[in-house]
Structures are given as structure tokens and as C-alpha cells.
């Protein structure tokens, strides 16, 4: 550990010697066809499925007695620590005394957004849907459409209008950076709506959102100032007046977690880090215009702190989950997490936010959206000569 801890520093995946020791075969022969297998050979590839999972299972094994005897004890003394960093082990009346007291009284309300999009050529839709829920059913949904349309209205020059449209719409297909813009752009919106609905929407005592509280999209305003500005002032509430929160992750964002993670037995939590080397990389990464990276820079140095992460396990059965909440609250937060993850002890994670996502899918749902637009369309007589692109959902 003489090189600081895991979690220090950004690690790449670049060049060939970096290939060869991720992957243990040059690139070289990875590209050479005459090494590829011709054809499906089932009883071939699960033999070496059988043998890469069960060799690195036991690696994994044999890593997780060493973390949990060893670098366990160096995650609450290393510099920079938060004051409880550390590792706990909580306990069933704990929980069941958030079960009973807290979550199904209503006291917990989680969030979950969703956005589906429609691309065609005359016009691109995309549609944000949030939905507010606890125990005791949805407490709200929200939604916002936005119209994409390129061909201006009539002019006193409709040709130089119809060149104007096939110049924007060129621009726009030709490199990856605009439609990278574009999809950023509808993720920081949803994002920041999610954050917004359970801070300004939301009655109950705590309140569950899924990631990173301070995700990427927000601290960089996805490229957008207004953005940016309306996000910050979000979390700011968020951290600073509400406080009760869990955020909890469903994606392996960070694996040096989730390798401490797994080394923990089910009920205990690692207190690892603060927000504070996350917002740090991506103000200094992004590129922004103006006075946004001041915004976002005072943003991290006042409210980061005060936002601890780490992971907790519901089930030695199922994957550890990274958690985020506030320094004052977050052991018991921790206990909300778990509580809520232990009534589905075969997926670990928190029920209460699936069930925001199934109330989500069933009122903003890519099936009831795409029958709108299918009758709109008809309705304008185009029937299906512009659906050349799916109807894409996240």
C-alpha cells in the first residue's frame, strides 16, 4: 500500500503492454483471425467459461480474506479519511426497527426517472418521466416533452430554409460531439429532475435516489450553463437544509468499492471517502464556459465534504452496493439502504426504488409513447414513412 490507496489516482486502460496484462495475449493475436474459433463450439466455450470463472472466483476469494484482515483497518486512518470512516456491522433489530418505524409507515419515498426518445426525420421527441413513491403508493408523478424540429417556419426564402435544414441536420449526424451533447443533455435533465422532485416534491422524513447524488451531469451542466446553475442549487438544498438521504447505485461506477464490497459478510457497511476527489476530477476535467467553473468549483469545495461514500452488503448472495449520504445522517441512512435491500434478499438493493421504477416504466412506458406518436402520425397522414429509427428508453 506504499503507493497510497486504491481509490487514489485515475487508471487507464492504454497501449498494448496494458492489453496484454488485462487481457494476459498480446493484441496482436486477438486480431489475427487465424486464432478465432470458426463457428459455435458450445461445449468448447463453456469449458473455458467454467475455467476463467472459477479461476477468478478464487482469486477473488482468496483477496477478500487479505482485504478483510488488512486493508479493512487502513480505510479509517489513511489521510483525508472522513471522521467515521471505517467498517460496521448492523443488526437485525436495527433494522427491523426501520422496517416497522420508518419505511412502512411512509416515512421513506424514493425516486426514479426515466427518458424515452423518438428520432425521426422531421422531428425528434423526448420524453421525461419522473415518479415519486413510498409504501403507501405513488406520491406523484411528472413529465416534460421536448420538441426537436430543424425545418424553420416559412420564410420569404424557402430554398435558403431548405438548405439551412440539410446543413443543420448534416452537422449534427457528422461528428459524435453534437449527438454526444444532445444525449448528455437529456440524461442531466432527467437527472436534475430527479433530484429536484425529491427535494422540492417529496413530504416524507428520508428520501432514496439511485447513483451519485452529484453525477457527472450535473457537475458539469452537460455543457449547459442553465443547467448547471438550476443543479447546483438542487443539491445545495439537498445537502445543506434536507440532509435525510440515501443515494444507492445499481452499476458497477466504482469497482474499487466494490471490490472492498465484497469482502464484507451480509449487514456490514464501509465508510470509505467523501465527494470531494470525485468533484474534483470532473472540475478539472470538463471544459467550461464562462464563470461555470468557478460555480461548479465553489459547489465542490462547500457541499462535497459533507457527502460521504462507501458500500454496503444486504446478502452475501448478491453484489455490495455503493451508497452516498450525508456525513451527519449516514450511518443511519446505511440502515434505511439496507433495511429496504433485505426485503428482496435475492437482488440486494433497495425495493423501494424498483418499485419507482415499475410505477416509471407503467405511466411513461416506450409502448404508450410510441402509440402516440404512431397515431399522431397517421393523424397527419404520414402513416410509417418516417420511422426509421427505434424508440430508444433509459
Not at 426525420?121 to 426537436?148: C, E, H, K, M, N
Not at 440532509?243 to 469482502?263: C, D, I, P
Amino acid at each position: 500500500m506504499a503507493g497510497g490507496f486504491p481509490f487514489e489516482g485515475d487508471a487507464e486502460l492504454v497501449g498494448d503492454d496494458d492489453f496484454r496484462k488485462a487481457f494476459g495475449e498480446d493484441l496482436s493475436a486477438t486480431l489475427d483471425l487465424d486464432t478465432w474459433s470458426q463457428g459455435l463450439d458450445i461445449e468448447g466455450i463453456m469449458d473455458r467459461f467454467r475455467s476463467e470463472i472459477a479461476g477468478a472466483v478464487d482469486k477473488e476469494g482468496r483477496a477478500r480474506t487479505i482485504i478483510r484482515n488488512e486493508v479493512f483497518p487502513l480505510i479509517a486512518n489513511r489521510p483525508g479519511a472522513p471522521k467515521k470512516a471505517g467498517v460496521y456491522q448492523t443488526t437485525a433489530e436495527e433494522l427491523e426497527t426501520i422496517h416497522n418505524g420508518l419505511l412502512f409507515t411512509g416515512r421513506v419515498e424514493a425516486i426514479h426517472g426515466s427518458t424515452t426518445n423518438h428520432e425521426s426525420l422531421p422531428l425528434g421527441i423526448t420524453q421525461l418521466g419522473i415518479a415519486l413513491v413510498g409504501y403507501g403508493g405513488t406520491s406523484g408523478t411528472f413529465s416534460q416533452r421536448l420538441f426537436r424540429k430543424e425545418m424553420a417556419q416559412q420564410s420569404a426564402s424557402p430554398v435558403q430554409d431548405a438548405l439551412d435544414c440539410i446543413f443543420s441536420r448534416t452537422r449534427r449526424s457528422s461528428g459524435p460531439r453534437q449527438d454526444t451533447l444532445s444525449k448528455l443533455a437529456r440524461r442531466g435533465i432527467r437527472t436534475y429532475a430527479e433530484r429536484a422532485v425529491l427535494v422540492e416534491k417529496a413530504s416524507a422524513e428520508w428520501r432514496i435516489g439511485h447513483g451519485n447524488p452529484c453525477a457527472f451531469e450535473l457537475l458539469s451542466g452537460s455543457g449547459y450553463r442553465s443547467l448547471l446553475v438550476a443543479s447546483l442549487k438542487v443539491l445545495r438544498k439537498l445537502v445543506q437544509r434536507h440532509q435525510k438521504f440515501v443515494f444507492v447505485s445499481s452499476e458497477m461506477e466504482e469497482r474499487g468499492f466494490l471490490t472492498l464490497g465484497h469482502a464484507l459478510r451480509a449487514g456490514e457497511y464501509a465508510i470509505i471517502e467523501t465527494l470531494e476527489r470525485f468533484g474534483e476530477r470532473v472540475v478539472n476535467r470538463w471544459e467550461y464556459e464562462g464563470d461555470s467553473s468557478r460555480l461548479a468549483q465553489s459547489f465542490v469545495e462547500e457541499c462535497c465534504p459533507d457527502i460521504v461514500c462507501g458500500v454496503f452488503r444486504a446478502s452475501e448472495r448478491t453484489p455490495p452496493r455503493a451508497f452516498y449520504a450525508h456525513r451527519e445522517h449516514v450511518d443511519f441512512a446505511v440502515r434505511v439502504a439496507l433495511a429496504d435491500s433485505i426485503l428482496r434478499p435475492e437482488r440486494g438493493f433497495p425495493m423501494l426504488l424498483d418499485v419507482a421504477e415499475t410505477a416509471c416504466r407503467s405511466a411513461f412506458g416506450e409502448d404508450g409513447f410510441l402509440g402516440l406518436i404512431h397515431d399522431a402520425y397517421a393523424q397527419a397522414g404520414a402513416h410509417l414513412e418516417y420511422f426509421t429509427d427505434r424508440i430508444k428508453s433509459r
